[in-house]
């Protein structure tokens, strides 16, 4: 057992939710000491966890479960939440505007002597009323999907 002038890790950073959890892991901890007694009796492990972290039932259940996974698996480590990703809005266009997104962009080397950006061409698009209702990103995979680079 390490002695208490060697726990921890020296430099390890600690972020908001585990110095939250930290502060009432030590709140639980000097009630206990200033009252002289346990609250909860030391067989009921899981009531004083829930009551010393302040975290739910099904929270506790889960972080238990990853822990059994953790130690059976060789260098496993508790996984992190991640972010989910949005995703990309389906491009459904009738091939007669598609033709017109085409013939658009063509009418721009054509009429005005000059390569289009993105956001000419999202503005015709919109002079002309069709029923393209996507962004200059959006705009951007359409004619990627088309053909164009």
Known sequence: MPSANNVGIK?????????????????????EAENGDTTIPLKNYKQRVLAATGISDKVYRSIVKEAEKVETTPGGTFSSPQKGKIPAKKLDLPEAEIAEIRNIIYNFYITEKRRPSLKCILNKIEQQQLSFNGNVSTLWRLLKKIGFK
């Open 11 to 31: 430099g390890k950073i600690y972020h908001k939710q585990a110095r939250e959890i930290i502060a009432k892991v030590f709140k639980f901890m000097k009630e």
